[in-house]
T-cell receptor
């Protein structure tokens, strides 16, 4: 069964370092989402792509976060510099198209710990 | 403004009993969708059920059903005959189909369900 791939699963970094997360959605899925989930809370949308275009990044802290999906397939989320408050699970999800009526497919997530 | 509200941070239920997890939402869109996801302690997000705003009947998937009350803007999840494996965090989510922007999906704060043997 096709899955959303994410790496790394776990990342420990020191404050002020750079960190990057990678996501490969299910083949053919045009819409890709990055969510941040702080422990004990619900996922918070950071950025949404439709193919290679950003369609919503209103909650992305653009002074330190960046996201790209250059060829409309896989995507990278970068944090530079990392801060203590960035410790969270970063979830990637995809769907076939914007007009879907079904589910988001999630990856296993990348858990970030900033020391 | 909070668009998805889950008012039960935690619930304890006896095994084999039915349980209702509450969710209310706020939107001015006519077209939208509502989801429930389960997140066990392992962290993966598992899709449970979906209800479209124009669907006339409540969605059901096995032991899960969604009690959709459009006028009240509520979308409660009902789990029948609960099992120990149902212990997890449960998230309600909404997709708003904005006409001038892409659909985005937002999540509530979750309810932690614990099933007692």
């Amino acid at each position: 069964e096709a899955e959303v791939a994410q790496s790394p699963r776990y990342k420990i970094t020191e404050k002020s370092q750079a960190v990057a997360f990678w996501c490969d959605p299910i083949s053919g899925h045009a819409t890709l989402y990055w969510y941040r989930q702080i422990l004990g809370q619900g996922p918070e949308l950071l950025v949404q792509f439709q193919d290679e275009s950003v369609v919503d990044d209103s909650q992305l802290p653009k002074d330190r976060f960046s996201a790209e999906r250059l060829k409309g397939v896989d995507s990278t989320l970068k944090i530079q510099p990392a801060e203590l408050g960035d410790s969270a699970m970063y979830l990637c999800a995809s769907t076939k198209d914007q007009g879907f009526t079904g589910e988001l497919f999630f990856g296993e997530g990348s858990r970030l710990t900033v020391l | 403004a909070q668009k998805i509200t889950q008012t039960q941070p935690g619930m304890f239920v006896q095994e084999k009993e039915a349980v209702t997890l509450d969710c209310t939402y706020d939107t001015s869109d006519q077209s939208y969708g509502l989801f429930w996801y389960k997140q066990p302690s392992s962290g993966e997000m598992i899709f449970l059920i979906y209800q479209g705003s124009y669907d006339e009947q409540n969605a059901t998937e096995g032991r899960y059903s969604l009690n959709f009350q459009k006028a009240r803007k509520s979308a409660n999840l009902v789990i029948s005959a609960s099992q120990l494996g149902d212990s997890a965090m449960y998230f309600c989510a909404m997709r708003e189909d904005g006409y001038s922007s892409a659909s985005k999906i937002i999540f509530g704060s979750g309810t932690r369900l614990s099933i007692r043997p």
